[in-house]
């Protein structure tokens, strides 16, 4: 089953703005990840949190975690169209790190 | 590349085959992961191996699935009897001793049973 719902489901912007999605999950964490996953390919690993920490940037990415909410923010800063993908959160509970998705938004990003 | 790799890329089958992916994960990752993934889903988790050992297998792994990993290196999951509800993308990943807390996904095994 899924652990998280993602919210949009899809997200259309223009190039130059930010684009902003959340994820709710159901149970406690060891970490929050997000992944990027291209038109039926492989997903890519983006940025992971651990549940003690809160907030974390990479390049134009900025994820928060708020572990009272059981909930996370992607931030996608001067989005390009390079962005358009369906971006995943998936979470870890447990020692086998198995991750557990939520169901994805996706995000077409317009020149 | 050293990345992950899944063989094939694409099977199309009619019900009732067997059929085999195989997965040869980044060089020297212990871990090893398939999930399943339906059109417009999240991928969901079938199993894991550490090293040779199968530690974990989803309730979705029913009897017709098996997955092995022999000598630690590749995996492969077979599907015996497929069934049209088997359609899905097949995506293995594999994580290092030393952060295994990051899973490189391979580019993933689209199945389609006829």
């Known amino acids: 089953s899924q652990q998280g719902e993602e919210d949009p489901q899809a997200l259309s912007i223009q190039e130059g703005e930010n684009a902003t999605m959340n994820c709710s999950y159901k149970?406690?964490?060891?970490?929050l990840q997000w992944y990027r996953q291209n038109s039926g390919r492989g997903l890519v690993h983006l940025i992971l949190?651990?549940?003690?920490?809160r907030e974390k940037h990479s390049g134009r990415l900025r994820v928060t975690l708020d572990t009272s909410k059981k909930s996370s923010s992607l931030l996608i800063t001067a989005s390009r169209a390079a962005d358009t993908a369906s971006y995943f959160c998936?979470?870890?509970?447990?020692?086998?790190?198995?991750?557990?998705f939520g169901s994805g938004t996706r995000l077409l990003v317009r020149p | 590349d050293t990345g992950v790799s899944q063989d094939p890329r694409h099977k199309i089958t009619k019900r009732g085959q067997n059929v085999t992916f195989r997965c040869d994960p980044i060089?020297?990752?212990?871990?090893l992961y398939w999930y399943r993934q339906t059109l417009g889903q999240g991928p969901e988790f079938l199993t894991y191996?550490?090293?040779?050992?199968?530690?974990?297998k989803s309730r979705l792994l029913s009897d017709r699935f098996s997955a092995e990993r022999p000598k630690g290196s590749f995996s492969t999951l077979e599907i015996q009897r497929t069934e049209q509800g088997d359609s899905a993308m097949y995506l293995c990943?594999?994580?290092?001793?030393?952060?295994?807390?990051?899973?490189?996904f391979g580019p993933g095994t689209r199945l389609l049973v006829l």
């Open positions: 990943a594999s994580s290092s001793i030393a952060y295994q807390e990051t899973q490189y």
């Open positions: 149970t406690s964490i060891n970490n």
């Open positions: 949190i651990r549940s003690n920490e």
């Open positions: 998936a979470t870890a509970m447990d020692s086998s790190y198995k991750l557990i």
């Open positions: 060089s020297e990752h212990n871990r």
């Open positions: 191996f550490q090293n040779e050992a199968q530690l974990e």
